[in-house]
């Protein structure tokens, strides 16, 4: 079960980049009828294809749950992998709404990377915790994933309307702004693609070093090591002695991995920046050239609406509830539920700026992706570098 | 108060922008202005926007403001995220005063010293929740009530320039009377409420969803009061409870009536060879934690009891107490929250030192000892003083930090046939001091005997119904106004022509494509949508 499980999210996966393709399509072909919004057949193609990419996940998702008999989203690979799989099926709910293939070429990509990055962390099925056996992990999980999921949405669109909306003609603090939002997300290509590279190859090198308590310990690393561990030693032969060494409180490796994804982040967009001969975004500005303004803006105000009540469900409401039950307590400050309050309050601030007039349009655009940048914190930078008592998930 | 008399007749409240009833511009700046209608708020009287004179009204206007809402909701985020850089004093475990410092160095201290450690509690923190409740309560009540009343007011039969300022409006100059009635039934199959006069028509659906965002108001204050009502005495009780394993103990704050007995403490973790699908993680992981358990009983005082006498209980219940499955009892909940191994007993054989043979041991409960020990043929052993957990205090006298038994000392007596009176002796883990002198017996340690407590929460929170409640009014208030959208259309005859005008509080892509729908198979021109004709003009020139 777990095998067949893997290889529906491995079809997914395919389903989905090639999708991509298609999407892009769709865009380029002239359209004959410009009044009436009707997907052509490259479009068709490709809402097909996610809509069997979504299914082939679904299966990926129902079986593992078989296999492990709980609900796979008990970890960090598991989570990240459904979040991927709500963000698709938001964005094929929101397609179903307003029929523009253009937001797919947009959220596939996101939601690729997403999948990608998950399957960077252990893959295998983790037995539940005493805390985490509960009906609730089903509930408050998946209710929370996809609120972030439709809140993303408005990221997308966003994105699109900054895209669109920014003058690629002159340099601008926008135009900068805009290409590190492109660059980040290179950068997570990036981390993918160091770390397929250095675990395809079995990198491996351990140290000697002390922690924070004057213990010594070894460290194993997966990759080579720029920044080496507190007093650390070398005890592989053949390895790499780091150029720079840490204090005991910052976690050496954790930061090496950071490291290697930047550099493997910045090779990838110096390439592209080669090929392309001016700003990722500047190159994808053709491709908007259809879309209004007005309708992106509402799309990225419409997900938001859909989304925040799911995300105020899930990611407090449910969370209070078994948190009542698991913790004796139902609400206790722990960083990853003051960062749902924090994403919760951001879009509560969101939604009220829209009442006033002048945050429509571009300046909405901006905030859309700035709640996109805290929903990933939440997920990524919590998980990973605050942990707390929801750190099962950084494993 | 002065009230304004619009043309159509309708007395408008004193501050009116637009005429409740027609929408007539009332107020002459709006009136200059040649763009679309701000229709927020129905363009009503809301108190904040009309006076400003006394100290009432400035306050009243500082937080009726959304601009100073929106200011409070993101100093409470950012102050949020000051308070995840570091753990919270309630998730370290040593003093904060050395824990930060220690872990974190001088930014450590510099958090510590800023009252961080403690943010979510400090009266700062508070201060900005607090405001942000009077903000909720103060906005809300500026609009809701004057939204209602214009709602209320409005009739079907509009002013024209009312109407041309409509973000989406249209004419028409050639049509029939069977248009109309067509347009009619399609508004009705799309479940619009129809109002008609003069022959006049609006159309409206979903006012309702006005309504959302001040009942998701209304549970946020609810939510915020059940909060408060925590700092009430006896609303709230938090406490921990050890009880080890075979003993009873009073459950802390239910008025002594409660006893919990604790029968077994059970740690289970997954085994590899028999959960296999979890194999590989339980290799990587190492060891992982299936259950922790708790079997226990719950009893309650039957009578009352001298002071000093045992309390006659009554089992109330049995319970497996888990994570995840508290047990529940009168309003109280006791939840599995830890457990650790703590010393039982203790076993010392009375040994000659220069024989090296024991004349016979001894077991000590280090709960509650016994005070003498008969080994018979006249050896025995007396406890003198108990230190269950030694420490030297400030004046370098032996005394003890607490009464759980995590580093037992003991001074015995040693009475022997050859000692009568008696040896003294101060035995404690790994050392013995003999203070009058070399003695001729020792206890010699042969060993320890460990059991299981365990660790629980004892709660009770009586604002739950109030958190709970706010919470349901939330979720009710914010999907009303998230997934309801208020729609009018008006369909009006002026000048011999027909008119449409449209206004939806969001979603005007639906909006439109709704009015395209009704209008289809008849004559009447689509409205356009001004706004996007105007910026379409913009950018095109």
Redesign the interface.
Known sequence: M?GLSSNLLFIAFILYLVSILFYGGSIKEKRANQGKRETNKWGKIAVSLTIIGFIAQLGYFITRWI???HAPVSNMFEFTTFFGMALVGAFIVIYFI?RTTLLGLFTMPVAILIIAYASMF?R????L???L??YWLHIHVTTAAIGEAILAISFAAGLIYLVKGIDQSTRSKKTFWLEVIMFSLVAVLGFVAVSSIFSAADYHEEFSWVD?HDNEATLDYSMPALIGPHEGQLLTEGGLNPLVSV?A?INAKKLNTVVWSLIGGIVLYVIIRLVLRKRISAALQPLVKNI????VD?IS??SV??G??VF??GAL?FA?IWAH??????W????KE??A??TW??Y??FL??R???GWHGEKSAWLAVVGFVIIMFNLVA?NLV?A??HSYAG? | MEQVKCECGHVNPHGTVLCEACGKVLDEQEEKKSQLLDMRYEGSARRSQTYNKTIVDKIWNFFSSVKVGVWLIVLTLIASILGTILPQEMYINLPPEVYYEQEYGWFGKMYYQLGFHDLYGSWWYLLLIAMIGVSLVICSLDRVIPLYKALKAQRVTRNEGFLKRQRVFGTTSNFSDHDLKLVKEHLKAKRYQIREENGDLLAEKGRFSRWGPYVNHIGLIIFLFGGMLRFIPGMYVNEDLWVREGETALVPETGEQFYLKNNQFILQTYDKNKDKTFEEAIERAGQVVKNYQSNVELYQKKSESLPGEEPKLEKVKEYKVRVNHPLTFDGYSIFQSSYRSELNSMTFSLTNKQTNQSVGDLTISLVNPKSHYDLGNGYSVEIIEYFPDFEFDKNKEPSTKSRVPNNPAFVFRMISPEKPEGETSFVAIKQTIEPFGENTYKMSFKGIETKNVSGFTVRKDSSLWAIILGGIIFMIGVVQGAYWNHRRIWIQRKNGQVWIAAHTNKNWYGLKQEIEACIENTELNIPVDQLQAEKEEQEGA
Do not use: C, N
């Not at chain 1, 295998?124 to 037995?127: A, G, H, L, N, V």
């Open positions: 777990a296999a492990a008999k307003y252990p295998e099925i983790t037995p915790i005493p805390a056996q509960s924070k204090p409180f209004k303004l007005d309708f509402e105000y419409r609406l859909i925040f009540p105020t469900l409401i209070m039950m698991a913790w004796s307590r139902f206790g400050w722990d960083p003051v960062w309050l924090i309050l951001f509560a601030a009220h700026l009442l006033s007039k919590v605050i707390g008592l494993s």
